[in-house]
């Protein structure tokens, strides 16, 4: 594998700038309220407090990769993010979470109801939004991602301090945090370019490997990373009883002993201090953050094996070192 | 005015059989989550609570009634009963709900958690199928009265307790709890159906005006009602200190004694057990049940004189019983 370049998605915002700017306008132009002051003050803490906006911007690399010459991939760039934002905000009631980005959240600034209410309200806007290009498929594809996303925040609901949890679920609720907004994303953008069924293919192949490595990258870090780089003190997924893949694999491995320490810990939620240090020694005996290492990097592969079917393009050439970067945070 | 039909809902169900039966198993349908099972669960504790379908029906009733023959008012008719579910389970989380149609909550029984999200999924299905029927503009009358719901719900969130509130005010916050899913209800059947642009204008007129005034019934009922009728105690909105159009009249003709009282009772909160009877004597000083049921009785008027312009049917004369029925409860 190349050596990735250092941070892909600043070398795109450059290449996107006019576009960017284009999105951010039309960002504050809808989250503004006629009526509720409070919609634009709970939205702009979020929106402006310096997220990468990676979304929007495969949606906007996507159609500019194809040719698209026209205006309304910044409106989809603009939903893709009124989506993302309203999960985040529903997201942290539901975690009950008073830190993101560095900053409190905004359910601790205001309340949980704000929350709930203008998360609605963005993803009404977010709807609003995407039928204005009059796109029927792009229609299909942004609200099958929506009803993705909120199913998989369910799953992830239900099976939380579920020993049995399979790959497959932890899977299934990747795709529904981060795999299909990223996958609705690059694959709106194709079709509002008109590219062909097999670039269109290729760019949600793209989106959905993409995700899944971005997330799996995310859920290592959990158990390797320092604060610093995550945002998160390691050992946080633990301490909250979340069942991510290493985890999974860990517990898939262990023997009757372990059995039990995972019952104790994860299932019934009974912790001492020690608990973290010895689940990660149980974690390192069955290779679980190696393995799901090798996993993660394989999806970044898969990512990348999708954008040879697409243009040659610098954006493809940032694209592909993204899929680089993503999962460069684990060497 | 002629006396109300008793029940005009259930002569419109009875007509709507068999497009209300295609409803509910369309909900049914869609509904089902293949990987989060909590997701029927839930819907299902809500939409199968025996609500009166009235929304759904405003769409049948509309779209059957300017001669539509196709099978999309079945889906739009689900769409608006999805919004609506979606929209019960965030506000049971905001006002913190025990009780919803006679039985706990969803956030009660399960948790906010769950309702929050089985919300999101729902209102993410209710898009999926508003757009099955390619029909852009009715895509943009739902997508607008999703974001004006939830514009008012915040509006009411930051406007209450605030005796400053003005009745324009409580009008967009009506509009936003009620009137806005009626109309777009009654309009989205129009359009679906080719109706005349003036046939669309008085089907969004009579929708609106249905919802204000059975939403103003609603708030006179909290003052004047019996728990059977309403499912609530009386006098519950003035311990919650919700500002509706009764009390803000009251507070309008208020001199400085009674303004020091609704300070203290509302915008403080520091309310005694002989606070609800003297709140009551002076909302009967002012005549503010009195103005507030004139000006509701209006609004079904207007309802009515909307439907004038509309085709001469049997839905027609069963829409008409329904504005009276809504504020026959005042008589």
């Known amino acids: 594998m190349d050596k990735p370049v250092e941070k892909p998605h600043?070398?795109?915002?450059?290449?996107?700038?006019?576009?960017?700017?284009?999105?951010?306008?039309?960002?504050?132009?809808?989250?503004?309220?006629?009526?509720?002051?409070?919609?634009?003050?709970?939205?702009?803490?979020?929106?402006?407090?310096?997220?990468?906006?990676?979304?929007?911007?495969?949606?906007?690399?996507?159609?500019?990769?194809?040719?698209?010459?026209?205006?309304?991939?910044?409106?989809?760039?603009?939903?893709?993010?009124?989506?993302?934002t309203a999960t985040l905000l529903h997201d942290d009631v539901v975690d009950e979470s008073a830190q993101r980005r560095g900053r409190p959240t905004a359910n601790l600034l205001w309340d949980n109801k704000s929350s709930v209410l203008v998360g609605d309200y963005l993803f009404a806007r977010a709807f609003q939004l995407m039928v204005e290009p009059g796109h029927l498929r792009v229609l299909e594809i942004l609200s099958d991602?929506?009803?993705?996303?909120?199913?998989?925040?369910?799953?992830q609901l239900t099976a939380a301090q579920d020993i049995k949890t399979t790959e497959d679920t932890y899977l299934q609720v990747v795709r529904g945090k981060t795999a299909a907004l990223f996958s609705a994303a690059t694959e709106a953008g194709g079709e509002i370019a008109s590219a062909t069924?097999?670039?269109?293919?290729?760019?949600?192949?793209?989106?959905?490997?993409?995700?899944?490595?971005?997330?799996?990258?995310?859920?290592?870090?959990?158990?390797?990373?320092?604060?610093?780089?995550?945002?998160?003190?390691?050992?946080?997924?633990?301490?909250?009883?979340?069942?991510?893949?290493?985890?999974?694999?860990?517990?898939?491995?262990?023997?009757?002993?372990?059995?039990?320490?995972?019952?104790?810990?994860?299932?019934?939620?009974r912790?001492?201090?020690?608990?973290?240090?010895?689940?990660?020694?149980?974690?390192?005996?069955?290779?679980?953050?190696?393995?799901?290492?090798?996993?993660?990097?394989?999806?970044?592969?898969?990512?990348?094996a999708a954008l040879t079917l697409l243009p040659d393009h610098i954006l493809n050439t940032h694209l592909s070192d993204l899929a680089d970067y993503v999962v460069a945070r684990l060497r």
């Not at 929506?146 to 799953?155: K, P, S």
């Open 197 to 269: 069924p097999e670039q269109i293919k290729a760019l949600y192949d793209y989106g959905d490997a993409l995700g899944i490595a971005f997330q799996m990258a995310d859920d290592l870090l959990d158990w390797m990373g320092d604060a610093a780089q995550t945002g998160k003190n390691v050992g946080d997924d633990f301490r909250e009883r979340k069942l991510t893949l290493p985890l999974i694999r860990a517990i898939a491995a262990a023997d009757d002993e372990e059995r039990a320490f995972w019952t104790r810990t994860i299932e019934k939620g």
């Open 271 to 304: 912790q001492t201090e020690d608990d973290l240090a010895t689940a990660r020694a149980l974690l390192d005996k069955h290779d679980a953050l190696g393995s799901t290492r090798a996993t993660a990097l394989g999806w970044a592969d898969r990512a990348k």
């Open 10 to 84: 600043e070398a795109m915002a450059s290449l996107l700038a006019e576009d960017l700017t284009a999105v951010n306008a039309l960002i504050r132009e809808r989250m503004a309220s006629r009526h509720a002051p409070r919609i634009p003050e709970v939205t702009a803490h979020l929106v402006e407090a310096g997220g990468k906006r990676i979304r929007p911007m495969l949606t906007l690399a996507a159609a500019r990769m194809c040719g698209y010459d026209g205006p309304y991939h910044v409106h989809l760039a603009a939903t893709v993010e009124f989506i993302h």
């Open 145 to 155: 991602a929506a009803a993705t996303i909120a199913e998989g925040e369910v799953l």
